[in-house]
């Protein structure tokens, strides 16, 4: 009969998750200290193992990682169950039990931790996409960032005349959404390469409420790589979050970036829905960074949004009032962890990476409708 705890199979498995934490670090020291590293890696390596991945997971409809989640939560529950039964029957004692636990917990720890590198850490420290699409990026004025709310506030107001509605008059969902978006990301990788290529189709998840819960709009699965997103959100909302979250998976990891990416993707579909949803998002980051910068300029610029956008962010803020608290609270302390840990600090610039892009269309606009 084979066993597991002879000796010279423990060595084994020390040297495999050894070797794969190790592994992993060398990864992580590369790509954030070597100079094209991580480029290099999301360019080449990257794709494959993304195309792989999502190739398999794309066979079913439903969210494979979130299915793997409920079966870990099975099989956590059966596993404190069992050891439980084992100490009441005096199979094992405790402080053994526990030893093998925290064993466990450190190998599936290393495995964790090997595979988010693989998959999508070392992308984290790739060129940023500011530089990969030429926009400048430099400080600005308040009066600039006035402008560009009153430039997103004019697109707005145009795009809304054109936009589905539901019978309340909120913005509905564009229809075959989870397509149009995939859609969109490929047609916006044909003006910027590194966005080129195959895209899965979105998913939505099963436990919305826990989403919602957390304040989370969509998440994205880099061990299945599956793009997820909260259908219990507001319509106008979605159609952004989707291609956030796919934008994730091509390896563009920082958020702000992943929100501009998304508003040209749905600003360059033809459906309106796809623009307006862009459109707000941009709109509601420049806003938000007006109130801070001047608040003065904020009112005087927030009044002059059109009726329809009105009622769509009355609902926004209607929806997410109803899940403040601390569960929210504690899930934002943990995502701005988590993002600090990869790199994502606040920089220089006057007003975050999504406004500081959006200013740099902004002039480039600008500068070509001058002359």
Avoid at 201 to 226: N, Q, R
Avoid at 296 to 303: C, E, G, I, N, Q
Wanted: with cysteine; aromatic share 12%; charged share 20%.
């Amino acid at each position: 009969m084979f066993r597991t705890d002879r000796p010279y199979s423990k060595v084994r498995q020390r040297t495999l998750f050894g070797g794969l934490f190790l592994f992993a670090m060398i990864l992580q020291f590369l790509a954030r200290n070597v100079s094209g590293f991580a480029e290099g890696y999301a360019v080449t390596v990257y794709p494959v193992i993304m195309r792989t991945l999502g190739s398999v997971s794309g066979l079913v409809p439903f969210a494979v990682d979130e299915l793997f989640i409920y079966i870990l939560l099975f099989c956590l529950c059966g596993y404190v169950a069992a050891g439980i039964r084992r100490m009441w029957k005096k199979q094992i004692k405790i402080r053994q039990w526990l030893g093998i636990t925290f064993s466990g917990i450190v190998k599936i720890g290393i495995l964790w931790f090997f595979v988010f590198t693989v998959n999508c850490g070392i992308n984290y420290h790739r060129i940023p996409f500011s530089e990969l699409a030429g926009l400048p990026m430099e400080k600005s004025t308040a009066e600039e960032l006035e402008n560009l709310c009153l430039w997103l506030t004019d697109r707005i107001d145009k795009t809304a005349a054109r936009i589905v509605t539901q019978e309340n008059g909120l913005c509905a969902l564009p229809e075959q959404m989870r397509e149009k978006t995939r859609d969109a990301m490929e047609e916006l990788g044909e003006k910027y390469p590194q966005l080129s290529g195959w895209y899965p189709k979105a998913k939505p998840v099963i436990a919305s409420a826990v989403l919602s819960l957390e304040s989370l709009e969509g998440v994205s699965g880099p061990y299945t790589m599956e793009a997820h997103y909260n259908p219990d959100i507001p319509a106008h909302n979605q159609p952004a979050v989707l291609c956030h979250e796919l934008s994730h998976l091509k390896g563009f990891m920082r958020e702000d970036e992943a929100n501009y990416i998304a508003y040209l993707a749905c600003i360059g579909a033809e459906d309106a829905n796809l623009q307006y949803s862009g459109l707000l998002l941009a709109y509601t980051h420049s806003i938000n960074a007006l109130y801070r910068a001047d608040y003065d300029r904020f009112l005087k610029v927030r009044s002059q949004l059109c009726s329809q956008a009105e009622l769509d962010y009355t609902y926004h803020r209607y929806y997410w009032a109803q899940f403040e608290g601390p569960v929210s609270e504690i899930s934002d302390k943990v995502n701005d962890t988590y993002l600090k840990a990869n790199a994502q600090k606040e920089g220089s610039r006057s007003y975050g990476r999504m406004v500081d892009l959006l200013l740099g269309e902004y002039r480039q606009t600008e500068e070509k409708k001058n002359g």
